[in-house]
Every structure is written in C-alpha cells, then in structure tokens.
C-alpha cells in the first residue's frame, strides 16, 4: 500500500491558513484566541476617524481641518489597518517574496496618500482589512467546525483503582487500567468493554445517531457516549494512538493533499502577481509618449486602482478553503477523506469496483450445513477445521468457531499455510489438512463428488489425509442499503462492477440481488488487479471499495481507494484515500456527490473572480472606475466568494 499512503503528512496542520506554498500569498489568518471584538477593534478605530473626516471634508466644513491636519487625521485613521499589512509586506519582501498581497495594497494606498487621495486611501486598507478578519474567522470555524466533531474526548477520566474510582488526566492513564463510564460521559480512551454488555452513541465517529450496543470483550473506542448504565472499560491503546487520534490528525492533515485546481491557482498566483505590477508602472508612465494631455497623477491614480483591483486573494483564500469545507462536510457525514485531491478525483469516478464479503453484504458469515463423509467422524473433523481457521482472521473463521465452540489447542498443526485466493494448508500427525475452496482441491488434485457450482451458498471444502472429507455452507446477508446504494450510483451515471474471490454461484446470486450487471467470482488478488486494469485501459477512472488490506494492489492501481469500516481497522485508515467509518455502502454515492459539490464551488469561485476582475480592471485602466469599484473588486468578490465555499458544510447530503 504504499502508493497510496507515501505521500501522508506526518506534521499537524496549525490553526492557521497558510498559503506559502509558493503563490507569493504568504498571510497565516490565525485568530487565535482573539475575540471578535478585539479582531475588529482597529478596523473600528480606522471606520470612525474616516467617518468623522469624511464629514469634516463634505458637511461640516472647518477652516482648521486643512493642510498637515488633515493629513495627520487620515494618517491616523490608516495606521491601525494599515500597518500591519505594511509590516507583513516588509517580512514577505525580507524572505523573497516582493510581489505579495501585501506589496500590492501597500504601494496602492501609500501611493493614493502620495496624490492626495486621503480618504480612498484609508478606505481601502480599511476595507481589505476587515475581509481579512472575516477571511480569518471563516478558515478557523471551518477547522474548529472538524475539531469539534471528531475530537470529543474528555480531559479527565475516572479511573478504578483497588475498589475506588479516582479522577485523573486523561492522557495520564496507561494501558490496563480500568475506566468507569457512567450514562452520558463520552469515552477518551480506546478499550475492550468489561461489563457484559452496554449500548453507546457512535455519532461523533460515524455520523450514526443509532445506538451500537456492545458485548463484553468487543473493542470501544473514543469519542463514543455510554448510553445506559454505568460501564467498564479496560484501556488498550495510549491516549494519543487511538482510533479517533488517528482520524483527527488525518482530516486535519487532509489540506496538506493539494487538489490539483487548487495548485495551478498557486503557480497561476505567483506568475499573474508580477505581471499586473509591471503593467501598472506600463499604464502610470507609457501613456506619456501616446497622450498629448498627459497628467501624471491621473495615470497613477488609474495604475494605483489597477494594483488593487488585481490583488488575487478571493482565488488563493477561497479555493483552499472551499475544498476544506468539502473535508468538514464529508467528515459530519462519517467519511474521512485524506486530500483535497481526492475529492476533485472522486468527483470523476465513472467505475465503482467493489468487492462483495464486508462492504456490499455484512460480513457476519453463518453455517448453515455441515456435509461430512461416512468415513470421516465429523466431531473430529470440525475439531481439526476450527483449529486451522483460528490462524485466519477471514469472517470465515469466525462463523466457524461459532458454530463448532472452543478451540482445542492440543491439535498439533504444524507447517500451517495460507494459499492467497484458496484457502489454509497443514501438517496434522503426519497427514495434510486443507480448508478452503474447491479451487484448493483441484490444487492439489483431491478428487470430489460434489456439483459445487449448483450450490448458492459459500463453501468450505476440507480435506485430509489426500482424501476429499466433505463440506460446510455458509451464508451472509446483504447490508440494508446496498440496494439503493447500486439505483443511487446508476442514477450519477457510475457503472458498477463487483469482484469477489467467492464463488460465482454466490457472486452471481449478490449481483442480481443488487441489480449489478457485472460481477465476477473465484477471483484470485492478481485477478482483481486485471480486472481493473481492463477498466482503466478504456481511459475510465475507477474507484475501488474494499477493506483496504486484503485487496491493497487493487486499492493502489485505482484513482481512488475507498476503504469500509475505518473504525476496525488501523491500516484502513493508514492506508485508504477515502475511508467510510460506519460501514455503509450508501456512503458511497454521498462522498463522489461531496466531491461533485465541492468541485462545483470551486469553479464557481474561479469564474466569479476572473469575471469580476477582468471588467473592473478593463474599466480602471479607461479611467471608468475608482478605487470604489476596485474595493469590490478585490474585498467585495473575495468575500461573495468565501461565503459561497462555506455554503457547502451546511448543505444535506442524505
């Protein structure tokens, strides 16, 4: 798997928005632990003294305020907003990077109070400043919107030590002790459940609102709200490994995965910035030598609004956080996607490759018939078959050790093996023990009487001592929504095809149950990977949906890989590019409609800000717009197109 997970990021993504990444728009937007008051308080300051200055220019005319005092009244009226702009442009320039944001709007306004233009001057600055205040408090609720959904844990924990509960820090607590959850507390530490059984709240990790009641020895995790009675829990992962841990860090990593829009927006920003600087100077100065009337500070004026209208941040702010939003939306609905990038992939899918066991069908596996031979005693060949499976952890396995009861661990198996695609292998006194299916007969030429492509059941043939000894059938059923989950994706044009290693039979009969035109079984690993590549050869994109570890060549060769059940498995989450936590196919069509949504803002933020730009620009350098026109331009789009990208995290997608 490691195509898919190389190119994860180890660092954890600040509270900050950042783009440094080469765009030549290096500004952090972190709010901190500012209150909006205090975030405001300058533009304040800056909005009354131009207020009060405006008044004394039109209405309330005074012969004092003339000269170096009205000067020094809208110098004071400009310092709050604008000089930490002048300070961020003077860092930008000191590492590099001249042609900034800040340099734009710098020289804009200085060179507006240089002609004399006092109150055009505040007035930008003022108005720049408030976006990004506002451009700030977007990016951090929409992070703080994530953090909050995911990371639920409490600070402190109740501990039973001896016979007596104690408080303690949550991240004090070590592996082995034992946590008391009364009804209503939230669990801060993975587990294995001590009391016999207990219903929890999984919606903080799932989406899920229904209860998932829980038996003694099955695996708790954080984040998850006792319902009921007083529980308790014995901790088995450390505070900072467990499975909600993992999930935070990975949708908090997930921007570090740029899309690929949102990286030629940043190579475009830091081509485009120059160029509009150098054809400002090109309209203040080259009219001179075709303009018989030429006045300097008219085309400066024209070259000053130009600067502004040009700034590029309702592009570089708004895409970024319009694929975040997509991430918070997709994370509220219970599936966790690790990039940008995979939600403009995703939003291309025309393939969906499924496998059936665990992601279309339960994965809880009954027996439902044991065919033994006369020859053979079937207490003891059950007895041998469960103790090969228990070296499997295939839901198989399971539905095997149900059925059969306790292990005898005096079984001498010796040489045990597992065949990819066919089934287990072992040495039992000297005599071979397979367990599998009957492509492992055919395998090592164990002859048989059984018409096995007639049954529509999974089998598990056995045999031992080179001698065919019978069968067990054995069931799954198929999960509530996979139904609607096939209409839904034919409905978005997405074909469905299903790969399976079970039987055809059985395949087959899922298949048609579902309304899958093309399924395939007896597939072995390399088979599916085939299978897929046959797809892909006809230029069609796939996305693979399996448990992201038995099928990892399949999941790397697709454009996407998503992964079911994220919440049982620690190399699902590690690995997938998209992991579905609650089991649900029906996620599926949810997250290409997430990605199909997101992409869809994306654009529209795109078009609205070139159009808008382009005619403003046009208009400023025929001197048909003032620097009015370019706060609109530049704070006005900048803003429409942040209050467009966080529209998607409050749109429904069930």
Known sequence: MEECCSTKPKKKEQHTHNHSEGDGHDHSHDTGDKTPFQMFLPAII??????????????????????????????????????????????????????????????????AFGIGEYPEGVAV??????????????????????????????????????????????????????????????????????????????????????PDTKAKGETVLAGMINMNSIALVKVNTAYEDSKLSKILEMVQNATAQKAPTELFIRKFAKVYTPIVVFLAIGICLLPYFFVSDYQFRDWLY???????????????????LGYFGGIGAASRNGILFKGSNFLDSIAEIRNVVMDKTGTMTEGVFKVQEVNI?????????????????????????????????????????ENVEEIAGHGLKASVNGKDLLVGNFKLMDKFSISYDVNHANIVYTLIAIAYDKKFAGYITIADSIKSDAKDTVANLHRMGVKVTMLSGDKS????????????ESAFGDLLPEDKVNKVKEIK????????????????????????????????????????????????????????????????????NIVLAFVVKAVVLALGAGGLATMWEAVFADVGVAMLAILNAVRIQRMKFS
């Open 505 to 516: 039979t059985v395949v087959k009969y899922v298949a048609d149950q579902l309304g899958i």
């Open 537 to 604: 050869a006809k230029h069609q994109t796939v996305a693979f949906v399996g448990d992201g570890v038995n099928d990892a060549p399949v999941v790397a060769l697709s454009d996407v890989g998503i992964a079911m059940g994220g919440l049982g498995s620690d190399a699902t989450i590690e690995t997938a590019d998209v992991v579905i936590q609650d089991d649900k196919p029906g996620k599926i069509p949810m997250a290409i409609n997430i990605g199909k949504q997101t992409k869809k803002i994306v654009w529209q």
């Open 46 to 111: 800056s909005f009354l003294l131009l207020l009060a200055g405006i008044a004394l220019d039109n209405y309330i005319k005074t012969e004092w305020f003339t000269g170096w005092v009205r000067f020094v009244w809208y110098l004071a009226a400009y310092i709050p907003v604008g000089l930490p702009v002048l300070k961020e442009a003077y860092e930008s320039i000191i590492h590099g990077d001249v042609f900034s944001e800040f340099f734009l709007m710098g020289i804009a306004t200085v060179g």
């Open 302 to 320: 024209r070259a000053l609004i130009f600067l502004v209208i040009s700034c590029p941040c309702a592009l570089v702010i708004s895409i970024p």
């Open 373 to 413: 031979k006369p020859e053979f005693s079937k207490e003891d060949i059950l007895k041998l078959v469960n103790a090969l499976e228990s070296k499997s952890t295939h839901p198989v396995a399971t539905a095997i050790h149900n059925y059969a009861g306790e292990i005898d661990h005096s079984i001498p198996l």
């Open 125 to 210: 600055m003022l108005f720049y400043s408030v976006g990004e205040v506002f451009q700030g408090m977007a990016v951090t609720r929409a992070k703080g919107n994530i953090k909050a959904l995911l990371d639920q844990r409490p600070d402190e924990v109740t501990v039973i030590e001896g016979s007596q509960p104690r408080t303690i820090k949550a991240k004090e607590t070590k592996i082995g002790d034992i946590i008391q959850l009364k009804p209503g507390e939230k669990l801060a530490l993975d587990g294995e459940l001590m009391t016999e059984s207990a219903s929890f709240n999984t919606a903080a990790l799932t989406g899920e609102s229904k």
